[in-house]
Nanobody
Framework: QVQVVESGGGLVQPGGSLRLSCAAS????????MGWYRQAPGKQRELVAR???????NYADSVKGRFTISRDNAKNAVYLQMNSLKPEDTAVYYC????????????????WGQGTQVIVSL
């Protein structure tokens, strides 16, 4: 059993900052890529940023220069520092982890968290 839990969402004014956290726990052998996605009302879920186990990152064009993804492999955790927030960043933010649950099968599973709401508004 694997759990992925996000935290850190909330209400912030335009131009403000928030830091999202996400931790995976349970029967984990190793975690490959971890990522943050978001889904605004009436829109499809979209990639925000992701990071590999070796620290390689990629970002959506809309957040480059404003958001920073990082991870702590010892804690099975990933973070998203969001600066210069805009109203269009309002969405439910989801964390995911691509992980292996055993040492022998080579199978990789994607687990999702429940999401955390971010609202950027005056």
């Amino acid at each position: 059993q694997v759990q992925v839990v996000e935290s850190g969402g909330g209400l912030v004014q335009p131009g403000g900052s928030l830091r999202l956290s996400c931790a995976a726990s349970g029967s984990i052998f190793s975690i490959n890529t971890m990522g943050w996605y978001r889904q605004a009302p009436g829109k499809q879920r979209e990639l925000v940023a992701r990071i590999t186990s070796t620290g390689s990152t990629n970002y959506a064009d809309s957040v480059k220069g404003r958001f920073t993804i990082s991870r702590d492999n010892a804690k099975n955790a990933v973070y998203l520092q969001m600066n210069s927030l805009k109203p269009e960043d309002t969405a439910v933010y989801y964390c995911n982890a691509d992980l292996e649950t055993d040492a022998s099968s080579g199978l990789v599973y994607r687990y999702w968290g429940q999401g955390t709401q971010v609202i950027v508004s005056l």
